[in-house]
């Protein structure tokens, strides 16, 4: 009823999240962009003003699964077939579709993301012939953009070689501290990333909530734009 009433109410944009669970190391809980992904997409929504959020896609292309390639060569990591991860998109957004949404959003947290949102906006676009729209949006996975706009912040990383940086941390943090270790870390007293230091906490939280507003922002900018033309 709250979904029925807030599309009465002229919420008729709709965005489908994609994230992932993949290796990370050593600190950082798998599910990492789909944590992610719940800050980021509520600030989206937030800044549009006419918006949902669906949930977020959990599963996502990370591989091959046999034999196993890229994040699939490392234990933790789910991964799914482009085919498998294109027919979950395109059910999901033609299931939105059938409620009355008259724009779909896809964005993704992840690489191995993009190349099916893509195919599938493609696709479903030609098929509905303007009743409805849907919008892939590149703009939103760009953390070269992050890490640029931290080093106008004063914030400037190191290589430490393992697939974690500030940004994420940063982000994660604003969700759920729990899920980079951090009283594990501190205890540790490994609680830095990259040669950038975490503490205190409340620092890095409120660095990542700005990163959160900066990227959505920047997405929100690119979906106004896409619904514009």
Do not use: C
């Amino acid at each position: 009823m709250e979904v029925r009433d807030a599309m009465k109410a002229g919420k008729t944009t709709v965005l489908i999240p994609t994230g992932g669970v993949e290796q990370n190391g050593p600190y950082l809980a798998a599910g990492k962009h789909n944590y992610i992904l719940r800050a980021t997409g509520e600030a989206i929504a937030r800044k549009l003003g006419n918006a949902l959020v669906a949930p977020v896609v959990a599963f996502v292309p990370e591989g091959n699964i046999n034999p196993p390639s890229g994040h699939m060569l490392y234990p933790s990591t789910i991964s799914l077939r482009e085919e498998t991860y294109e027919r979950l998109l395109t059910d999901i957004a033609e299931s939105l579709k059938a409620h009355g949404f008259m724009h779909v959003i896809l964005i993704g947290d992840s690489g191995g993301n993009v190349k099916g949102m893509a195919s599938v906006a493609g696709r479903l676009n030609k098929l509905w012939g303007g009743k409805a729209t849907i919008h892939h949006i590149p703009e939103y996975y760009d953390y070269a953009g992050v890490k640029k706009w931290l080093e106008a912040q004063g914030i400037r990383e190191g290589n430490e070689g393992i697939h974690d940086d500030f940004a994420i941390t940063a982000q994660m943090m604003v969700v759920d501290p729990t899920t980079v270790r951090m009283k594990e870390r501190i205890a540790a007293r490994k609680f830095s990333i990259n040669g950038v230091a975490l503490s205190p906490p409340e620092k890095t939280v409120a660095m990542g909530r700005k990163i959160v507003a900066y990227r959505a922002d920047v997405t929100v900018a690119a979906i106004r734009k896409a619904l514009g033309r």
